[in-house]
């Protein structure tokens, strides 16, 4: 009998490799989007298949699927500070009430469910690199804190779950993770630097571009969020590539990458820009047995070639 996995946020960035990872395992899987900020598109190659279903509900609404279900990953929310910024209520919601109703759903299915929490839990850290322990810097009442709070709520929920009714949980603390499938216009800082290359706009670089992110390539980060869905351990685990980077560095890689002559232009950081990010992946090393594989090069060249691959109306579509 072949196993069967809800997936939330199904028809976004992550959720939609996610769902093609658990088909490609073997698993029946339940895709369920509003659509807010995700994209039928991502998902369609799946339409056809006998071992996908598809529901259009939003999580933050009472959450019913007949049938048995063994595991559920809730991805549904957005992700992008600029999405959030935009609607910062139903990203407040998804990651409170929407986690609520999924770990009642896996209460009552006796499901063991995978939470994506974020780096975003550390805040503008104080320590660096990151590690499980470290508790966060965190603005409650700043312009991010709509997503940051969300998300350390769903981790304390899920928690609690685990510990009040010996809920299966697993928690992923992802870091910024890129590849096909991010939404052009979705403000993030890889797709906002390909889409400008690629329609002859200068580069925009925030503040002065000393702040660091380290990226992950998606393959990479969808092996760890299967490896940790089949491990035993409940606290949270990072999930990401340390290989750190300065934004005005990367802004002038993706120059070469997409061998343009555009210039870079400064702009005002946004507030609560964390100023660093690296994960410590330590324990994701120790406990799944998983470090990411693909490097920075090899990950942008795949996605370089996905952007390209959209039609002209889509990249000018994508226009701030
Ligand atoms: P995304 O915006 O591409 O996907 C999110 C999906 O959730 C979208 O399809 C959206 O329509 C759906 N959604 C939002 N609210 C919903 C609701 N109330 N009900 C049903 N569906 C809803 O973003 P992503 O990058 O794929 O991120 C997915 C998850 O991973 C999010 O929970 C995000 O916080 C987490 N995460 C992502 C990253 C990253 O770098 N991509 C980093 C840290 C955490
Ligand atoms: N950034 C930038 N120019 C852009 C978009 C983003 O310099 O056009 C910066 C942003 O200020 C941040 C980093 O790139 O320091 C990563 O931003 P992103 O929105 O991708 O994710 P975050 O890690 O901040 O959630």
Redesign the pocket.
């Given at each position: 009998m072949k196993k069967r996995i809800l997936i939330?946020?199904?028809?976004?960035?992550?959720?939609s490799h996610l769902c093609d990872r658990f088909i490609k395992e073997g698993y029946r899987v339940v895709g369920?989007?509003?659509?807010?900020?995700?994209d039928l598109k991502n998902i369609q190659h799946l339409f056809k298949l006998e071992t996908f279903e598809f529901y259009n509900?939003?999580?933050?609404r009472f959450v019913h699927v007949p049938g048995n279900v063994d595991y559920i990953l809730h991805?549904?929310?957005?992700?992008?500070p600029i999405?959030y910024l935009k609607i910062p209520i139903?990203t407040l919601?998804?990651g409170s009430l929407?986690t609520h109703n999924l770990l009642g759903l896996a209460k009552e299915k006796n499901a063991r469910i995978l939470i994506?929490?974020?780096?975003?839990v550390y805040g503008d850290p104080l320590i660096h690199p990151q590690d499980e322990s470290y508790y966060g810097n965190v603005n409650t009442i700043g312009p991010r804190g709509v997503y940051d709070e969300a998300?350390r709520f769903q981790e304390s929920i899920t928690m609690a779950y685990h510990r009040f009714h010996g809920l299966e949980t697993r928690i992923a603390r992802?870091?910024?993770?890129?590849g096909p499938r991010?939404?052009l216009n979705?403000g993030r800082v890889i797709p906002a630097f390909i889409g400008q290359a690629l329609r002859g706009e200068d580069l925009t670089v925030f503040g002065d571009g000393m702040q660091t992110r380290s990226f992950c390539y998606v393959d990479d980060q969808v092996d760890g969020l299967y490896k940790l869905l089949l491990s035993d351990y409940a606290l949270p685990v990072n999930i990401g590539n340390p290989d750190e980077i300065t934004i005005l560095d990367f802004a002038k890689e993706i120059i070469k990458l997409t061998a343009s002559d555009q210039k870079i232009v400064f702009k005002e950081l946004p507030k609560d820009d964390p100023l660093q990010r690296q994960p410590d992946i330590t324990k994701a090393r120790d406990i799944l047995g998983w470090e990411p594989k693909v490097a920075r090069e090899e990950g942008m060249q795949k996605t370089y070639k996905y952007f390209k691959s959209l039609s002209k109306e889509e990249l000018l579509k994508s226009e701030h």
């Open positions: 939330t946020g199904a028809a976004g960035f992550l959720g369920m989007d509003n659509l807010i900020t995700g509900h939003d999580v933050t991805f549904a929310s957005p992700a992008s999405d139903q919601k998804v929407g994506a929490s974020t780096s975003e998300k992802i870091f910024n993770t890129y991010m939404r979705d």
